[in-house]
């Protein structure tokens, strides 16, 4: 602890340089005689390539993962390399064109794509931030961009300098140089020059540009991290050049005729690295050069790029420095901050050294407090304590970290008795908690067993995106307790990665399902709802929030998928009944339907349908009303009528041993016999409402239901509402007080005998009888012949009366008509009875803005449909345009089915698909109805992704 930092340091102009030990390690067995290795961006983790195979290793040497290639199934490999954006992906490509994507090398899981490579080979590969560059022996290269990976097929951009190219040139080194968005540019040293290809993503063009240098061959080009300098390496003269990124400005000169080094890179943004056996050079902007030397015992084999280096380290540059690995040992070489300069440099006098010597001898329980006074009345504690805090950022010590913060407490304390700077402490002070907390996590993240040594500068990059890359990282090596740990790290510091809780836990029950093979259902369903348990526990204070809201769709979905059924079933009948812990778990209504259809559980839909019955009788649905109807419907056709009746008599259900009771054991029959049954006639001619009524034995609704059958055939209004009769107000008043006699009478006794739970829907049929009695009497028209509120609704909003919407609005709310049911109910009107589609544009353009997504409560999708299936093209592109749910290829599909070739085009050139934008305008020449002028709007579009 008494040996100052700053005795390692050597000193290059006015700079300082520091070699420090990350890790002491031993080279794994698998690296002796490699053919290629690759060290991933900031986590160094080394991928390194042997006889078909590539073995994945932490930077402490410690063993993460296998990954196998078939040379003869997917040709010979020519790269197996980590991506260049800091995910860990793993990319092998062959000769052949075979590209592999391992995007979980822990789990080995991948994705093979091919490209056509016409006959050649490639030659070599090189990854940057947002893609990869292959290089092919016919003088193209083909780029292509990670997102592209995503999807089903990739197409790269094609690259062709066969004009700037001659057969002879010697390609002697090359590299990519990252740009704007996806443009990029590579440097290519041919002859003694560099060319340039400039690639313009937004016009999908490239320009050639010979730089027109005399100074080649450069077989080692390099480009700094900040993009602003360009390292040349002539290996005849030994002549190293360090230029401006536009190779116009030369900077600096370095000349080295003993040996040629083994490899060049960047340290940092600020200084080359040369690479040789015994040393290494440090080269800076001034042609000046630093010198460090390697024991014998240090030098490494291994082979980079296409090149055999024997006896040098594998280094890998680093946005604020240069990751080196020796044969015992990796170490990082950095310039040194100005703030550590300042506090460490020996007989340094600047406030942070005066500030950090008073802390060590107040330790030491010296009297030394008349410095801290003067650094108060100067004004200079502020900027001391600035400068202490970048110094505890950039230490690797523990140590020194902790007197480093001891020393900034110590002047945050005398720096408080000064009132009037309380926005400066204020700032101070959230400072010092964000600077440990985030050292709390890199200290944990630097430990052996995690293998992940990376700097605060390098740290600050994994968190953008809500620390998207780093909670990533580590999930891809199965860190899932740390990945908790720091979700609760990051929020001490306003970073909110809440929404990676639901991943972390779906991730870890995904892993247990697949490599628990031996477990039965049983005892993973037991596993997972403990685990469940935990996760919530220590994830409670998220959001202030009491419960986890926890989905298992995901797990479900998978274990669906591994045949795992038992296990399926359990996860979605785990309701809140069953819960011991403070969780809500939440299922989609497609695994219902997947039960319903697939794995024939009627009685766990029935149960999931219709769970309870809240405290005023309405039944609480777990999903739409809609989805209900749909799964009696199919129901009642799939099986046998008896056993549907035995389903809507369900009462209890036996779930792995234990019996599990319906809150209201009429709530399923009611809503069938209200919804579905009296919808439905029998084959005999008597409902199956009769029939069901029948088989229970119950007389007092079975005579009920053959009187309302008498009352409509009395009534001839109510069966057939079509028919034009002359409007009477008498015979609507009479009808009127026949039925609310009835009704109430029903009411009455319903409510005195052992069916008192029905009623509810008794009296709501008095409130809708009322209502339709009181329309009659304000439009001079016969309502009360309908029988529903939603008949209503379409009589109300039809060409006839063309209710507005805010008194619709009103008989919505006061009959508990859901949003989906009444756009249903809407769009149904406006384009079958009316077929208005017009106005049914009118109201959807009108009312879309009150809904937080911008979208109908039945989404696009209906609407469209009918569009189509009424041959109302007028405004469909307005709701396919707007569908936020769509792809753009289901877009374009809509488009082709009605025949508007011009807009499918102008999808598929928009989002770069060549292959779907010929196919478009094959169709298009095939169709006789398609016009001279869309053929040729068509065929200009797949010219320009052809260049």
């Given at each position: 602890?008494?040996?100052?930092?700053s005795?390692?340091?050597?000193?290059l102009?006015?700079?300082?340089?520091?070699?420090?030990e990350?890790?002491a390690?031993?080279?794994p067995?698998?690296?002796?005689?490699?053919s290629?290795?690759?060290?991933?961006p900031?986590?160094?983790?080394l991928?390194?390539?042997?006889?078909?195979s590539?073995?994945?290793?932490?930077?402490?040497?410690?063993?993460?993962a296998?990954?196998?290639?078939?040379?003869a199934?997917?040709?010979?490999?020519?790269?197996?390399?980590?991506?260049?954006?800091?995910?860990e992906d793993?990319?092998?490509v062959?000769?052949?064109?075979?590209?592999r994507q391992?995007?979980?090398?822990?789990?080995?899981?991948?994705r093979?794509f091919?490209i056509?490579?016409d006959g050649?080979h490639?030659?070599?590969?090189?990854?940057?931030?947002k893609?990869i560059?292959?290089?092919?022996?016919?003088r193209?290269?083909?780029?292509?961009?990670?997102?592209?990976?995503?999807?089903d097929?990739?197409?790269?951009?094609?690259?062709?300098?066969?004009?700037?190219?001659q057969?002879?040139?010697?390609i002697?080194?090359?590299?990519?140089?990252a740009?704007?968005?996806n443009?990029?540019?590579?440097?290519?040293?041919?002859?003694?020059?560099?060319?340039?290809?400039?690639?313009?993503?937004s016009?999908?063009?490239?320009?050639?540009?010979d730089?027109?240098?005399?100074?080649?061959?450069?077989?080692?080009?390099?480009?700094?991290?900040?993009r602003?300098?360009?390292?040349?390496y002539?290996?005849?003269?030994?002549?190293?050049?360090?230029?401006?990124?536009d190779?116009?400005?030369?900077y600096?000169?370095?000349?080295n005729?003993?040996?040629?080094p083994?490899?060049?890179?960047?340290?940092?943004?600020?200084?080359?690295?040369?690479?040789?056996?015994?040393e290494?050079?440090?080269?800076g902007?001034?042609?000046e050069?630093?010198t460090f030397?390697?024991?014998?015992?240090?030098?490494l084999t291994?082979?980079v790029?296409?090149?055999?280096?024997?006896?040098?380290p594998l280094?890998?540059?680093?946005?604020?420095?240069l990751?080196?690995?020796?044969?015992?040992?990796?170490?990082?070489?950095?310039?040194?901050g100005d703030?550590?300069?300042?506090?460490?440099?020996?007989?340094?006098t600047s406030?942070?050294a005066?500030?950090?010597?008073?802390?060590?001898s107040?330790?030491?329980?010296?009297?030394?407090n008349?410095?801290?006074?003067?650094?108060?009345?100067?004004?200079?504690?502020?900027?001391?304590?600035?400068?202490?805090?970048?110094?505890?950022?950039?230490?690797?010590g523990?140590?020194?970290?902790?007197?480093?913060?001891k020393?900034?407490?110590?002047?945050?304390l005398?720096?408080d008795?000064?009132t009037t700077?309380?926005?400066a402490?204020?700032?101070?002070n959230?400072?010092?908690?964000?600077?440990?907390?985030?050292?709390r996590?890199?200290?944990?993240l630097?430990?052996?067993?995690?293998?992940?040594?990376?700097?605060?500068?390098q740290?600050q990059?994994l968190?953008?995106?809500?620390?998207?890359?780093?909670?990533?990282?580590?999930?891809?090596r199965?860190?899932?307790?740390?990945?908790?740990?720091l979700l609760?790290?990051?929020?001490?510091?306003?970073?909110?990665?809440?929404?990676?809780?639901d991943?972390?836990?779906?991730?870890?029950?995904?892993?247990k399902?697949?490599?628990?093979n031996?477990?039965s259902?049983?005892?993973?369903?037991e596993l997972?709802?403990a685990?469940l348990?935990?996760?919530?526990?220590q994830?409670?204070?998220?959001?202030?929030?009491k419960?986890?809201?926890?989905?298992?769709?995901?797990i479900?979905?998978?274990?669906?998928?591994?045949?795992?059924?038992?296990?399926?079933?359990?996860l979605?009948?785990?309701t809140?009944?069953?819960?011991k812990?403070?969780?809500?778990?939440t299922?989609?209504?497609?695994?219902?339907?997947?039960?319903?259809?697939?794995?024939?559980?009627h009685e766990?839909?029935?149960?999931?349908l219709?769970p309870v019955?809240?405290?005023?009788g309405?039944?609480?649905?777990?999903?739409s009303y809609?989805?209900?109807?749909?799964?009696?419907?199919?129901?009642?056709?799939?099986?046998?009528?008896?056993?549907?009746?035995k389903?809507?008599?369900?009462t209890?259900?036996n779930s792995?041993?234990?019996?599990?009771?319906i809150?209201?054991?009429?709530?399923?029959s009611?809503?069938?016999?209200q919804?579905?049954?009296r919808k439905?006639?029998?084959?005999?001619g008597?409902?199956?409402?009769?029939k069901?009524?029948?088989?229970?034995?119950?007389?007092?609704?079975?005579?009920?239901?053959?009187?309302?059958?008498?009352?409509k055939?009395?009534?001839?209004?109510?069966?057939?509402?079509?028919?034009?009769?002359e409007?009477?107000?008498?015979?609507?008043?009479?009808?009127?007080?026949?039925?609310?006699?009835?009704?109430?009478a029903?009411?009455?006794?319903?409510?005195?005998?052992?069916y008192?739970?029905?009623t509810?829907?008794?009296?709501?049929?008095?409130?809708?009888?009322?209502?339709?009695?009181?329309?009659?009497?304000?439009y001079?028209?016969?309502?009360i012949?309908?029988k529903?509120?939603i008949d209503?609704?379409k009589?109300?909003?039809?060409?006839?009366?063309?209710l507005?919407?805010?008194?619709l609005?009103?008989?919505?709310?006061q009959?508990?008509?859901?949003?989906?049911?009444l756009?249903?109910?809407i769009?149904?009107?406006?384009?079958?009875?009316?077929?208005?589609?017009?106005?049914?544009?009118?109201?959807v353009?009108?009312?879309?803005?009150?809904?937080?997504?911008?979208q109908?409560?039945?989404g696009?999708?209906?609407?469209?449909?009918?569009c189509?299936?009424?041959?109302?093209?007028?405004?469909?592109?307005?709701?396919?345009s707007?569908c936020?749910?769509?792809?753009y290829?289901?877009?374009i599909?809509?488009y082709?089915?009605?025949?508007?070739?011009?807009?499918?085009?102008?999808?598929a050139?928009?989002?770069k698909?060549?292959?779907?934008?010929l196919?478009i305008?094959?169709?298009?020449m095939?169709?006789?109805?398609?016009?001279?002028?869309?053929?040729?709007?068509?065929?200009?579009?797949?010219?320009?992704?052809k260049?």
């Open positions: 602890m008494n040996t100052s930092p005795l390692g340091w050597q000193r102009d006015d700079v300082y340089y520091r070699l420090r990350c890790y390690w031993t080279v067995h698998e690296t002796h005689a490699l290629k290795t690759s060290l991933a900031i986590t160094s983790t991928l390194a390539q042997k006889e078909g590539a073995y994945a290793y932490s930077s402490v040497g410690a063993p993460l296998q990954l196998n290639w078939n040379a199934k997917s040709g010979n490999l020519v790269s197996c390399e980590w991506s260049g954006d800091c995910r793993v990319y092998f062959s000769a052949t064109g075979v590209i391992v995007y979980d090398y822990m789990n080995n899981n991948f093979d091919r056509s490579i050649c490639i030659l070599e590969v090189k990854h940057w931030e893609g560059v292959i290089r092919l022996s016919n193209k290269f083909f780029a292509l961009f990670y997102n592209q990976f995503l999807t097929s990739v197409l790269p951009v094609e690259i062709d300098l066969s004009d700037s190219l057969t002879a040139d010697v002697y080194g090359w590299t990519v140089m740009g704007t968005d443009s990029f540019e590579l440097l290519i040293g041919k002859d003694r020059t560099v060319m340039t290809v400039q690639y313009n993503a016009l999908a063009r490239w320009l050639v540009v730089k027109a240098l005399t100074e080649g061959p450069f077989r080692h080009i390099s480009v700094s991290p900040n602003k300098l360009v390292s040349l002539n290996v005849e003269t030994g002549k190293n050049y360090i230029v401006s990124s190779l116009e400005q030369f600096a000169e370095y000349t005729n003993d040996e040629a083994g490899a060049v890179a960047w340290c940092g943004s600020d200084a080359v690295i040369l690479v040789y056996k015994e290494i050079k440090l080269v902007p001034s042609s050069a630093l030397y390697l024991n014998e015992e240090e030098n291994f082979t790029d296409t090149y055999s280096y024997e006896e040098y280094v890998r540059t680093e946005c604020d420095g990751k080196m690995f020796y044969k015992n040992k990796v170490s990082f070489l950095s310039r040194v703030a550590s300069v300042d506090a460490f440099l020996i007989g340094s406030p942070a005066i500030l950090l010597d008073s802390s060590s107040l330790h030491q329980q010296l009297t030394n008349n410095s801290l006074f003067n650094l108060q009345e100067t004004g200079t504690l502020e900027p001391a304590i600035t400068d202490l805090v970048e110094s505890a950022r950039d230490e690797f523990i140590l020194w970290q902790k007197r480093l913060l020393s900034i407490q110590l002047g945050r005398y720096f008795k000064d700077q309380t926005s402490l204020a700032a101070i959230d400072a010092y908690l964000e600077t440990v907390t985030k050292l996590i890199l200290n944990q630097r430990a052996r067993e995690i293998g992940v040594y990376i700097t605060y500068q740290f990059l968190l953008d995106d809500h620390a998207a890359k780093l909670l990533g990282l580590l999930l891809k199965n860190l899932h307790y740390l990945c908790l740990k609760m790290e990051l929020r001490k510091i306003n970073v909110s990665a809440d929404r990676w809780f991943t972390i836990v779906n991730h870890w029950f995904n892993l399902i697949k490599q628990s031996s477990a259902d049983q005892e993973l369903y997972i709802i685990k348990g935990q996760f919530s526990v994830c409670q204070p998220f959001n202030g929030r419960d986890v809201v926890m989905s298992l769709n995901e479900c979905d998978l274990a669906y998928r591994e045949g795992r059924l038992t296990l399926c079933k359990q979605l009948n785990h809140a009944a069953d819960r812990y403070p969780l809500v778990i299922t989609d209504a497609q695994f219902v339907m997947k039960f319903l259809t697939n794995l024939e559980e766990l839909v029935l149960l999931k219709f019955l809240t405290d005023d309405d039944s609480a649905i777990a999903y809609d989805l209900s109807l749909l799964s009696l419907y199919i129901l009642q056709q799939k099986v046998t009528l008896p056993h549907f009746f389903l809507l008599n369900l209890q259900f792995n041993g234990s019996i599990i009771s809150a209201n054991s009429s709530l399923i009611s809503f069938w016999v919804n579905v049954g439905e006639a029998g084959m005999t008597q409902s199956d409402v009769e069901w009524y029948y088989q229970q034995d119950n007389k007092f609704e079975l005579e009920n239901e053959r009187f309302e059958t008498e009352l055939a009395i009534d001839p209004k109510v069966e057939n509402s079509t028919v034009f009769r409007f009477s107000i008498e015979d609507v008043r009479a009808s009127y007080e026949k039925r609310k006699q009835i009704y109430e029903m009411v009455n006794e319903y409510s005195q005998s052992a008192k739970s029905d509810g829907y008794l009296k709501r049929e008095l409130l809708l009888l009322d209502y339709t009695y009181d329309l009659s009497k304000t001079q028209s016969d309502f012949q309908y529903t509120i209503v609704i009589v109300l909003i039809g060409p006839t009366f063309n507005p919407y805010s008194k609005a009103k008989v919505q709310k009959f508990k008509v859901n949003d989906q049911k756009w249903y109910t769009l149904d009107t406006f384009t079958v009875q009316s077929n208005s589609f017009i106005k049914l544009h009118e109201f353009v009108d009312h879309i803005s009150m809904y937080s997504s911008n109908p409560p039945i696009f999708e209906p609407i469209i449909e009918r189509i299936v009424r041959g109302s093209h007028l405004n469909m592109e307005f709701y396919v707007e936020k749910t769509l792809t290829k289901q877009k599909e809509i082709l089915n009605v025949r508007e070739y011009l807009k499918a085009s102008t999808l050139f928009e989002n698909n060549s292959a779907l934008l196919e305008y094959e169709t298009a095939e169709d006789g109805q398609s016009n001279e002028r869309t053929r040729t709007s068509i065929k200009r579009y797949v010219d320009q992704l260049r």
